[in-house]
Structures are given as structure tokens and as C-alpha cells.
């Protein structure tokens, strides 16, 4: 019995070390994501299978609409027009967050929602 236990047991964790190293930047990318800390404001970027990216905030009525691609290095970068602006964004993976610094140097950190 001691035995079967082990196997299985085994088998789970290959089954999820598996699954866990299969995750590319794309699949851990899709989805929603919020500002760390503010994740039951409203406002959240949605990121869709096709490259699409949609900016939903309180502060503008109309989702802002954009392109996201990854990079070399596996870096997301977002370009989202705003008032017929392209504006350009580069987001980098740490751990479970996406990070972003600002042109003024602040650091901005999304959580998935």
C-alpha cells in the first residue's frame, strides 16, 4: 500500500513540474491584470489570444484598445493608442507580476486577476 502511495505520488509531481515548465510567456500572459494592490477597482488590462489588448478604467467610458507582442528576452511589449497616440509599453515578467517603469522612473507592478 505504502508502495502504490509512492507511485502516485511520483506521478503527480512529474505530472505537474510538467505542466509548470510548459508555461510560456503567451499562456502566462493571457488574462486579466490589475495594479498590485488595486485589484478590486475596476480598472484592469485584458490581454486576448490574439494579440489584442484591452484597457478597461473608470476614469475613460471607452476601453482603450492596443497590440501586445513578446520581445526578445521574453519582455511584453504593449502599444496602445489613446486619442489617435500610439503609446508603447514594456512590461518584464518577475515571478507571477508584470513590471513596468514609467518615463518619470516610477515602477508599476500588475498582479493577474
Known sequence: ?????????????ITSLLISCGATPKNKLVGKWADAGQEKSGDYMEFLEDHTVVMHTKAVQTPLLGKWAIADGGSVKVDLTVAETTQSILFQFEDD????TGPNGAKNKLVKL
Open 1 to 13: 500500500m505504502f508502495n502504490k502511495r509512492f507511485k502516485i505520488g511520483i506521478i503527480i509531481f
Open 97 to 100: 507580476q508584470l513590471s513596468s
